[in-house]
């Protein structure tokens, strides 16, 4: 195949194909951020149906059944199927070009890991419109799940088990392709914070995922089978499935909340015009975090009566994970002191993100003190902490980086005018409904009350709560507004778009081709796009081989048929219970498909293509113009 095919125009029907069998990580990262930014919008409307709900008391806006399944899809969606895509999209789109690489080590299963998490979140999502969603809140504690009647719960444990088999596969992926496809030069200690903290989540993931599949298969076979597991009445434990679900859980915080950690050590270090400070601490610091976030789930569980040593213990360690976070607000602080700061809006959302995010992490430590925490738990206290680390710290990471990467990733540029405005509107918003649910939760407020009477000191709290909910609402509008107007907007066409670019990925001029680099690039040092720029080399990069032919994988259907396999299989495991005849034919057919196209994977040699080095020439110079890349 040509390069020339690749990029000429192509029909509707071309370009869809074209999505449906890529397995370049340029157009999988496109693919996230449509899915996520799908799910967060889903998310957040659920979200404001409940605020709507709680704005006055004795509210009737939804019903009581309703409202816990707009809570449960709410949480499960913005964790499961919002937050990890789309950060998702930024390490598909950005890490392969920081590390100087021309794809992830194992393109096929980047694409088997998207069509998986998609298919498994639309599989959850069909619940709303086959009897009823699942409704026993996000952590789906087993004594609530069990006795749930209709379906809700049993698309939960199907959907999360398949998309959870992507987000581990994507995982896998890429640890090898870390590790094993830097550019020459890059060591360990030179990557970009960003590529660091890809890989201590890709780690997490590969290890805090397993215990969640373990605890979805027990409740699977409880709910198809009546096995027991955690029934106490037979003998099971209720318990163990918060243990599972919480040594998976308390992880995926920082599954989440790393990655975004690591996009703000690439936006500040960009506009305070400066190297990072401390770079070598925050690597530590990533690494501890990764470390002592399997530490500490059971402060999730203070009031389950694990004893008092149990409770110390895990107090102790939850004090602990406090500090190497607290090292990476010092250097951010450190970074923009004494920097030549230039106030863009992904600077913005950085200098909102540090306050924010420490507020958060100020009342998670409050939490560690476990009898503060028995007062504490489940009110509306808990509610406004783990909004502030999640919107605080990854939905303004998200946001931030949409404008930061957007270039790169689209050759376009966000307009900064309505930027600024969908910070403002946003960030007001998102203290308006957290910070006061503070006090909510200190003047006795439990979460996941669907109404309240008057005249308990709530009503003002709740209305002013429910009004930043809406101002939220505005400022994803607004972006989105921004999103569509800028698709319309003339391509940009120029290499390091911001003009303080330090790693890699802002060396190549956009758009970027398929094949990412025409050579690979030689890494001289921490920074190598600004160690170039500063020695006067005009095209940012060295190059550590001459011009030659590129091998690139192929696209392939196979991961899409796959994942429909399992989509089609979950249907026959949960109308099995139900005693339906066609239940069980229709999940051996589905495991068929997959298996059928495990198969003709494994015996179809699937060598890739090479791109000569005239195809490369005419590549360049149909997207830079004359003199290629110059």
Known sequence: MSSAA?????????????????????KLGVMYLIAGTLFFAIAGFEALLMRIQLMIPNNDFVSA?????????????????????????????????????????????????FWLFFLGALFLHLSFFLGGAPDAGWTNYASLALYSPGHGIDFYVLGLQISGAGTLISGINFIVTIITMRAPGMTFMRMPLFTWTSLITSALITFAFPPLTVGLFLMLVDRMFDANFFDHTMGGNTIIWEHLFWIFGHPEVYILVLPAFGLFSEIIPVFARKRLFGYSSMVFATILIGFLGFM??????????????????????????????????????????????KVTVPMLYALGFIPSFVAGGVTGVMQAAAPLDYQLHDSYFIVAHFHYVIVGGIVTAIFGSMHFYWPIMFNRALSEKLGVWTFWIFFIGFHCTFFIQHFLGLMGMPRRVFTYQADQGWDLFNFISSIGAILMAIGVILLVVNIIITAKSKPLNCRDYWGDG???????????????????????????????????NEEGMIYAEPLGDIHMPNNSILPLVM??????????????????????????????????????RSVKDDLGFHVHVEEIVATEEQLYGKGGNK
Do not use: C
């Open 563 to 600: 994942s429909i396999g399992t989509f089609v299989a979950a249907f026959g495991a949960l109308y099995h219970p139900d005693g339906k005849a066609w239940a069980i034919p229709v999940l051996i057919l589905g495991l068929a498909i997959t298996v059928g196209a495990m198969i003709v």
């Open 65 to 113: 059944g309703t409202f816990n399944e707009l809570l449960t899809m709410h949480g499960t969606t913005m964790l499961f199927l919002a937050a990890t895509p789309l950060l998702f999209g930024f390490m598909n789109a950005v890490v392969p070009l920081q590390i100087g690489a021309r794809d992830v080590a194992f393109p096929f299963l980047n694409s088997l890991g």
């Open 296 to 341: 500490v789930w059971a402060h999730h569980m203070f009031t389950t009566g694990l004893g008092a040593t149990a409770n110390a213990i895990f107090a102790v360690a939850t004090m602990a994970i406090a500090v190497p976070t607290g090292m990476k607000v010092f250097n951010w602080i450190m970074t923009i002191w004494g920097g030549s700061v």
């Open 502 to 536: 330090r790693s890699l990925e802002w060396a190549i001029k956009t758009p970027v081709p398929f094949y990412n680099f025409k050579q690979t690039p030689l890494v001289r040092g921490y920074d190598p796009y600004w160690l170039e720029k500063h020695d006067g």
């Open 6 to 26: 690749v990029t000429n125009k192509k029909g509707f029907g071309a370009t869809l194909w074209d999505y449906l069998t890529t397995v370049d990580h340029k």
